[in-house]
Structure formats: C-alpha cells, structure tokens
C-alpha cells in the first residue's frame, strides 16, 4: 500500500466513539476485548449490514485496479477514529424536524467538491465566515433560527456523468473527485487510488478540527461580527446594508445584556454541522459504526449524508445503504423524479415517518420548477408523510456559454446566472405557499473565495469576467458577494411571507 499519510487526532466533543467494543467513561463495564457488537447494535431489520449493498446494482463507484489493496484500504479506515458523534446526529436530526414544521430554517452550503490542496486554514475559514455571515442575514431578516449544515469536511466524490472524457483522441476516465482520482488528465492522475479515501478522511478530520477549534474560542460570537469580515469586500454594494445589520443586532445584543444584568451566553457561539453525499459506498460503510448505549448503526463521517438524483434508485445500493443507518438523511429530487419512485424511496428510508430523518432538496432549475415540484409536493402532502423541503437552485441551472471576448472568447465554459438561481428560489417560495408546504431550507453550492464562476449579482459579472477567477474543477460556485446576496434576497422574502 505505500506509505501511510499522517493520522490527526480528532478533537470530538467525545472520544468514546470508535466503535462497538471501545472502552467509555460512560461504560465501565465495557472492558471487554471480544469483537462481538453491542447489544443495542441492531440494524432496522435483519436483512441489513453495512456491507448489504454489495449485493445490489452500484452506481457511480470507482473502478479500482487492484482488489487486494481495496481490502487493505477498507481495513484501515475501519480503525480509524470516527469524524462526528451520534448525539450531534441528533442534534441535527432534531433540529431539522424542527425546519420541517417551519420553526426553522436550513442553511446548507459549500463547495461542490473539496480539493486536497484546499484543505488550508485561510480556505477553511472563509467558507465559515461566509455560512455564519449568511446566517446572520437570515435570522435577522427572516425572523426564524437558522441551523448551518456544511458541504465540507468530506465532499470529496463526485458523481459524473460519463465514465469516460475525451480530449483530442485520448480517453481517460472521468475525474470523480479527490476521493477518487485527480483532475490533471494524465493516465495515471485519472488512475482510481482507493488510498486517497484515506486521505480524504484525514483532510476531513483536520476541517472538523479547524472548525470546532474556531468556533469553540469564540469566531462566531455575535458580539463580534467583524471577526467575520472578508477582505477583498471592502467595496462591495452590499456592505454598507451587511453592516447596518450587524449595529442593529449588537444594540440589539447590548440592551438585552444591559436590561438582565448578564452575558447572553447562549449566542456567544453556534452549532455547526457537516453533509456530504454518500457517493463512495466502500468508504461510507467502513465508516459505520455501532455506538455503546444506543440502538443502531451510524455513519460517523459527516453528521448528514445525502443521495443523488443518480443513485436514488429503491432497488439500488445507495438507498439499500442509507436506510440502515439513523443519521438525516438528504434526497435529491429533480426532473427526472417520479413522485410514485420517491414515495417507494421514503419507504424504504423512512418507514415509521420520524421528524427530521428526511430532507428532500429539490433542484429543477429555473424553467422546470413551475412544471416539476407541485406533483412531488402533492404526492408527498398526500402521503401524510412531515418531511424537511429544501431548495437547490444550482444544480439545475447549469449552463455552457461562449465568451465573445476576453482570454476565453470562443471556448465553452460551464456558469450559471445569478438571475436563474434567484428565480428559482421565487418560484419555490410561490409554489410551496400554493401547495400549502412549507420551503424550510437552501442549498447551494458556494464559496468565500473571490471568484468569477457564475454571472450577475450586484456586480454585474459577465461572460467576460470567468476567466479572471475560475478556480472550481466540477460545478461553478458563487462568490461572497453573491452568496450574501442572495441570503439577503431570501431574507427579505422570508419577512414577507411571515408578516
């Protein structure tokens, strides 16, 4: 196998997570050194494993070369510490029934995929300012908490849709993410290396740790936003209306304080979790664990795993998978969803209906939502089922454009515009009110880089403006500017429904 890469050490709220026989302060009499599982270790029903999707169709997964060391890499990740704990599933997992009866509101976003060569203190918090500065926009605006759900810390996989790219006669398989193989189209970059699922958790235990350790000393307090401010956005159009929005809410913070004669100590820090979709099943599983003192099996690599319109088959190993474990779980529905299918999906899934286990996240794009989401939404209503609804107004509105000047006139180069994805999220406010649902989340693909992937917003990018700053190797994201736009227009039509 090589060289194994440097292991960090996890700082988890908990230490006792590491599998079914591991010794816990909670457990004294856990001090067994047999390999037998935990009475509670029970599956939802008899017929499932970590490993039963191995017996069904799998979509979407690597093609490695050498079975052996496959084995050897599976082995390892199953020794390794675990990324999240199950109390913090369901943290999450309450707080998302929550969502689903409109008492909340879902933030989820991120990148598209992580890269390695990302995995850097100024990357990691950037996109945590961004996620924080967003939800500060929607509470304030939007009148109702706010839970931040992550695209990071193990977004690592991609699904594609060709196996194979060409480029002037030479044909290499699709790079599938860092989790898989890397981007430089060269036979052995394209190479599938299950060793990289090693580093991939280990990039996403140092994201976590980043992560816990600013937040835990105090980077989201609301007293100071500013902690929060991002550089290049000194003149942004939309700074000015970010600030006054920060004073209000820190009079608002210092009347409270001055009135009770205390710290409001329940906003001197927030909650954060992370998502993934479950893409690489050999990687999922071996990180599946059962935990002492609770029922079940969990995935222990990110806090909310989420299936693709691709992989959503009832019949498939993704969904045979994921209705054995008891995170959330997040579906993708799109065009291609047939109500009657997503219903089987939810059977399968959910079958005792529990709050917050499903987050259905929508992605039509623009001109398809009018057409595509009410028959899913009456389907849905009419089963009687409480699920989260959640929005993503990316995926759909992916788009090729031709720049007709710049370094890049002439080529195709995949955007999307800021005006669709906006018009996307109008429409799923209106269509949810007509429906009698509730939209209780967003999910967008994002950074907090200053970069020129998708047009418009406040700036006005154009078809021109790509190349100074396209960075992404999968999906266009938006840049700062356009992710707090976009969060201040989803603000304002949160206060409007609520007044």
Partial sequence: MGANPVQVRVLSPALCELGPNTRTLEDPLNDRNDSKPVANAQAADSTWSPESWRDRSATQQPLYEDPGEVQSVVDHLKSLPPLVTSWEIEALRSQ???AARGQRFLLQGGDCAERFDECTPDRITSKLKILLQMSLVLVHGGGRRVTRVGRFAGQYAKPRSADLETRDDVTLPSYRGDNVNRPEFEPEARRPDPELLVRGHTCSAMTLNFIRSLIDGGFADLHHPEYWDLGFVQHSPLRAEYERMTDSIGDSLRFMESVADATVGQINRVDFFTSHEALVLLYESAMTRAVPHRRGFWNLSTHMPWVGVRTADPLGAHVEYLRGIRNPLGIKVGPGTDPAGLLAVLDLLDPDDEPGRINLIHRFGAHKIAAGLRPVLDAVKASGRTVLFCCDPMHGNTETVV??????????????????ILAELEQAFEIHARAGTTLGGVHFELTGDDVTECTGGARGLTDEDLARSYR??????????????MAMLIAKRMGSWSR
């Avoid at 992404?472 to 736009?485: A, F, G, I, K």
């Fill in 403 to 420: 720049p007709s000047s710049g370094p890049w006139k002439g080529m195709n180069v995949k955007t999307r515009k800021f005006a669709h």
């Fill in 472 to 485: 992404t190797h999968v999906d266009p994201r938006l840049n700062y500017e356009q992710s707090l736009e």
């Fill in 96 to 98: 998302l029934g929550e």
